[in-house]
Nanobody
Framework: QVQLVESGGGLVQAGGSLRLSCAAS????????MGWFRQAPGKEREFVAA????????SYTDSVKGRFTISRDNAKNTVYLQMNSLKSEDTAVYYC?????????????????WGQGTQVTVSS
């Protein structure tokens, strides 16, 4: 049973930073792709970033490039999303997701497992 547990969300002022964590358990993730998505009130869930567990190649949506960094710690089975220079438009619930393929996708339908989400609120 795959479990993804997010943590690290909270309230931060614009320009500040947060680091989200996603602890993964239940199987070996070496052949997986891990992603972060977000959903703001009244909006669709959207892709933020993804990383291949093996190799570490990454992808980001344009609006977060240069501000967010996705990484993983193989020993801890944990994926991180470092968010810097936060803006009010980054306010959303952030979800960790796992795809059972070692190929990055930006489509939420391609991800097989999801965490419960963690709230990020950026005040302006």
């Amino acid at each position: 049973q795959v479990q993804l547990v997010e943590s690290g969300g909270g309230l931060v002022q614009a320009g500040g930073s947060l680091r989200l964590s996603c602890a993964a358990s239940g199987r070996t993730f070496s052949g997986y792709t891990m992603g972060w998505f977000r959903q703001a009130p009244g909006k669709e869930r959207e892709f933020v970033a993804a990383i291949r567990w093996i190799g570490g190649s990454t992808s980001y949506t344009d609006s977060v490039k240069g501000r967010f960094t996705i990484s993983r710690d193989n020993a801890k089975n944990t994926v991180y999303l470092q968010m810097n220079s936060l803006k009010s438009e980054d306010t959303a619930v952030y979800y960790c997701a796992a795809r059972v393929l070692a190929e990055i996708s930006t489509a939420k339908r391609e991800y097989n497992y999801w965490g419960q989400g963690t709230q990020v609120t950026v005040s302006s």
